[in-house]
């Protein structure tokens, strides 16, 4: 006895996704937004808004120093390559806070 067995399937190759950079504005000493979910491979770019303000985006628990300061029209761009929670703070002012999630 010979059994023949055959599979159909509808599944469509997997979607590939591009990498996509989101923009966070820095104006009246506030991150805006604060808290932003992206996926692994997005970056994220910090445009300073304020008039006469300097300000840093800085991952101090990751150890990494603080990186420069940069001022009015200037910004800042990271990229993600690993999912997890990653809270920062401006350097020059701790008050100022956000937080990524990286899917």
Same mark, same amino acid.
């Given at each position: 006895?010979?059994i #023949? #067995?055959?599979?159909?399937?509808? &599944?469509?190759?997997?979607?590939t +996704?591009?990498n996509?950079?989101?923009?966070?504005?820095?104006?009246?000493?506030?991150f805006i937004?604060?808290? #932003?979910?992206i996926?692994a491979?997005?970056? &994220?770019?910090?445009?300073?808004?304020?008039? +006469?303000?300097?300000?840093?985006?800085?991952?101090?628990?990751?150890?990494e120093?603080e990186?420069?300061?940069?001022?009015p029209d200037?910004?800042?761009?990271?990229t993600?390559?690993?999912?997890?929670?990653?809270?920062? +703070?401006?350097?020059?002012?701790?008050?100022m806070?956000?937080k990524?999630?990286v #899917?």
């Amino acid at each position: 006895m010979t059994i #023949l #067995l055959t599979a159909c399937s509808n &599944i469509e190759p997997a979607q590939t +996704r591009s990498n996509t950079t989101f923009t966070v504005e820095i104006s009246k000493f506030k991150f805006i937004p604060a808290e #932003l979910t992206i996926h692994a491979g997005d970056s &994220i770019k910090w445009i300073n808004k304020e008039k +006469r303000q300097y300000h840093s985006v800085w991952f101090e628990s990751s150890g990494e120093p603080e990186p420069d300061y940069f001022f009015p029209d200037e910004s800042y761009k990271k990229t993600f390559d690993q999912p997890g929670v990653y809270s920062y +703070r401006c350097g020059p002012h701790p008050k100022m806070t956000g937080k990524i999630t990286v #899917l």
